[in-house]
């Protein structure tokens, strides 16, 4: 028995989802060598398996994880005396990089117990009863997010009961998070690295690596598409001209605005203004 879903997200956000499953898989399920291009998770909620991934082999079991990253070649296949049943969900996102290392999942530990993790099952299945109940354009995103972010809360927190207790220290995660959330409270003013390294307590360069460190982008490669995303979502759910939407996302000069949305979008945003438009009537039809 399996039920999976598939969304294709229309604009890039923090946590996206790509598609989602349960399964009760086959004695003989194997699946791959695969490589995939997105972030993929298995929880496997009862029977055990292998995960081949780097040249190891891992047994995995009921209540653990396993995870795949973009890029990486794998290979899974259950234990046809004792099969699996699990489900899965891939995602990507500006928060993916980050919203794994909080959960303590990278390369080097692709497979990990949870407890609690049954509750991740609950999440998928509302996952799938939403994508299953909404024509894609008429998605409740909140629920979507929601439900994402409720997963990664549980791989979290079973992440930092497991580990030693330490002596209260601020690491690197740390530091990233409360940029994050500045950025997305503050974004629509004038704001500079310098501002948001001075917030989370860090010299500028040190700031700037750690920050490239864990999510593979740059505070200033970061801010810019956050305002840029930001800029597509008001294009698309407002009457609001170029210029104004330049200012309510913090880059108030049109002419520095248009070029950076072009640059990230690859379309300026007059042209992206009419090009949804022309979706909006044809979608009318």
Same mark, same amino acid.
């Given at each position: 028995m399996k039920?999976?879903? $598939? +969304?294709?997200?229309?604009?890039?956000?923090?946590? *996206?989802?790509? %598609?989602?499953?349960? &399964?009760?898989?086959?004695? $003989? $399920?194997t699946c791959g060598p695969h490589i995939r291009d997105r972030y993929l998770i298995h929880y496997i909620i009862g029977g055990s398996g292998f995960f081949d991934c780097h040249g190891r082999r891992y047994r995995v079991g009921g209540g653990e994880i396993f995870a795949i990253f973009?890029?990486?070649?794998? %290979? %899974?296949?259950?234990?046809? *005396?004792?099969?699996?049943?699990f489900c899965w969900f891939a995602f990507g996102g500006r928060r993916s990089k980050e919203m794994l290392q909080r959960a303590g999942i990278s390369h080097d530990?692709?497979?990990?117990?949870? +407890?609690?993790?049954?509750?991740?099952?609950? #999440?998928? /299945?509302?996952?799938? &009863?939403?994508? +299953?109940?909404?024509?894609?354009? *008429?998605?409740?995103?909140?629920r979507i997010h929601g439900a994402l972010y409720d997963i990664f809360a549980v791989l979290e927190l079973s992440y930092l009961a497991s580990r030693p207790a330490m002596p209260a220290k601020a690491d690197a995660a740390d530091y990233v998070g409360k940029a994050l959330q500045f950025i997305e409270t503050h974004y629509q003013s004038p704001i500079s690295i310098k501002n948001i390294a001075d917030y989370v307590g860090l010299e500028r360069t040190y700031f700037t690596k750690q920050f490239t460190k864990a999510t593979g982008e740059s505070p200033q490669q970061y801010l810019i598409k956050y305002r840029i995303d930001q800029a597509q979502r008001l294009l698309s759910t407002t009457a609001m001209t170029v210029g104004?939407? !330049?200012?309510?996302? !913090?880059?108030? &000069?049109?002419? #520095?605005?248009?070029?950076? $949305? =072009?640059?990230?979008?690859?379309?300026?945003? =007059?042209? +992206?203004?009419?090009?949804?438009?022309? /979706?909006?009537?044809?979608? !009318?039809?």
């Amino acid at each position: 028995m399996k039920v999976e879903s $598939f +969304h294709m997200p229309s604009i890039v956000s923090d946590l *996206d989802l790509y %598609y989602c499953g349960v &399964e009760v898989v086959e004695r $003989f $399920f194997t699946c791959g060598p695969h490589i995939r291009d997105r972030y993929l998770i298995h929880y496997i909620i009862g029977g055990s398996g292998f995960f081949d991934c780097h040249g190891r082999r891992y047994r995995v079991g009921g209540g653990e994880i396993f995870a795949i990253f973009p890029g990486e070649l794998t %290979y %899974y296949e259950t234990d046809p *005396d004792d099969p699996w049943t699990f489900c899965w969900f891939a995602f990507g996102g500006r928060r993916s990089k980050e919203m794994l290392q909080r959960a303590g999942i990278s390369h080097d530990v692709p497979v990990r117990r949870v +407890h609690g993790g049954d509750a991740i099952r609950g #999440y998928v /299945e509302l996952l799938n &009863e939403t994508l +299953h109940a909404y024509p894609s354009r *008429d998605l409740p995103a909140a629920r979507i997010h929601g439900a994402l972010y409720d997963i990664f809360a549980v791989l979290e927190l079973s992440y930092l009961a497991s580990r030693p207790a330490m002596p209260a220290k601020a690491d690197a995660a740390d530091y990233v998070g409360k940029a994050l959330q500045f950025i997305e409270t503050h974004y629509q003013s004038p704001i500079s690295i310098k501002n948001i390294a001075d917030y989370v307590g860090l010299e500028r360069t040190y700031f700037t690596k750690q920050f490239t460190k864990a999510t593979g982008e740059s505070p200033q490669q970061y801010l810019i598409k956050y305002r840029i995303d930001q800029a597509q979502r008001l294009l698309s759910t407002t009457a609001m001209t170029v210029g104004q939407v !330049g200012k309510s996302v !913090g880059i108030p &000069e049109l002419a #520095y605005f248009s070029r950076l $949305f =072009k640059k990230v979008v690859g379309v300026a945003p =007059k042209q +992206h203004g009419l090009r949804l438009q022309a /979706e909006r009537r044809g979608a !009318g039809r």
